[in-house]
């Protein structure tokens, strides 16, 4: 039988995203969209510690330099250090989409970011896919999408998963060396029992775990898009999932509060032994 605990003792999040991995620290990142503030977990102590922000964000990346990370917020993407907070703004790609925010990102072995957003009203598709480059430049490579999620990618790296989950649906796109995507095509359609398909990440084995919002569940696909099992959560709306621990077999599952009236663990940071190995997180190389 699968172990599903509560990871994050009494914390619970408004919108619990982004699980980061960081080896240089041996701690678990995530992010608290709506509560507007950043956590870490030491899983070796137990010990959490987090931080406010000024406004909404959605992810964090680990920089490749060691000088922080890189930032989702509201208002662009940002230089992000801890302790003390500091933030120092590269740019909004989206002046010209006032109602979009960030919601999920991550680091491909080149060092890039692959970033998406959604209209917060949940009303329009003008959510995009953004690639952020080292160079701090970045390029809007993908649109239409109502509530941008995922991204993860193909143990080759030749494949970039990204998703959207008011349409149930999973795309892959073919993704060359030097950043272009093309061939978007339908990798996966969630059943309407299963709930949206939200964050993602692959295994050291190359199959794709989803959490889904609404559905009380991570899922594991196979390469060929086709369900191998699932596990079920202890509450309805699942964020999103990644790999940690020193030997990545330990998952970390995010959660929210919104939306799960009458629900305790909801909102909680779960670890669940799943029974694989992960794959380690990339840093941004800028």
């Known amino acids: 039988m699968t172990t599903v605990r509560i990871a994050s003792g009494t914390q619970r999040d408004i919108l619990g995203e982004g699980p980061l991995w960081c080896d240089s620290q041996n701690a678990l990142f995530w992010v608290d969209i709506f509560g507007k503030k950043i956590h870490r977990l030491y899983p070796a102590t137990g010990q959490i510690r987090s931080w406010p922000l000024p406004e909404l964000i959605g992810w964090i990346i680990e920089r490749r330099n060691g000088n922080g990370f890189v930032a989702g917020l509201k208002s662009g993407f940002a230089l992000l250090r801890l302790d003390p907070v500091s933030i120092e703004w590269i740019g909004n790609p989206e002046m010209d989409r006032p109602f979009n925010?960030?919601?999920?990102?991550?680091?491909?072995?080149?060092?890039?970011?692959?970033?998406?957003?959604?209209?917060?009203?949940?009303?329009?598709?003008?959510?995009?896919?953004?690639?952020?480059?080292?160079?701090?430049?970045?390029?809007?490579?993908?649109?239409?999408?109502?509530?941008?999620?995922?991204?993860?990618?193909?143990?080759?790296?030749?494949?970039?998963?990204?998703?959207?989950?008011?349409?149930?649906?999973?795309?892959?796109?073919?993704?060359?060396?030097?950043?272009?995507?093309?061939?978007?095509?339908?990798?996966?359609?969630?059943?309407?029992?299963?709930?949206?398909?939200?964050?993602?990440?692959?295994?050291?084995?190359?199959?794709?775990?989803?959490?889904?919002?609404?559905?009380?569940?991570?899922?594991?696909?196979?390469?060929?898009?086709?369900?191998?099992?699932?596990?079920?959560?202890?509450?309805?709306?699942?964020?999103?999932?990644?790999f940690g621990g020193p030997d990545l077999r330990r998952m970390f599952v995010t959660s929210a509060s919104h939306g799960c009236k009458g629900e305790p663990e909801a909102g909680a940071l779960f670890e669940v032994d799943a029974g694989v190995e992960g794959i380690p997180s990339n840093t941004f190389a800028g």
């Open 101 to 242: 925010r960030p919601n999920d990102a991550k680091a491909d072995r080149q060092g890039r970011i692959w970033a998406g957003t959604k209209d917060d009203r949940d009303q329009e598709a003008t959510g995009a896919l953004y690639r952020l480059d080292p160079s701090l430049q970045w390029s809007r490579v993908d649109d239409g999408y109502t509530v941008a999620n995922g991204p993860t990618f193909s143990l080759d790296y030749r494949t970039v998963f990204h998703t959207d989950s008011a349409a149930r649906t999973v795309y892959a796109l073919d993704l060359a060396d030097n950043g272009d995507i093309a061939k978007r095509r339908v990798w996966l359609r969630f059943e309407e029992e299963w709930g949206y398909p939200d964050g993602m990440t692959t295994d050291a084995e190359g199959c794709i775990w989803i959490a889904h919002w609404g559905g009380a569940r991570v899922s594991r696909f196979r390469a060929n898009g086709k369900l191998d099992r699932s596990i079920a959560m202890p509450t309805t709306n699942i964020t999103s999932v990644t």
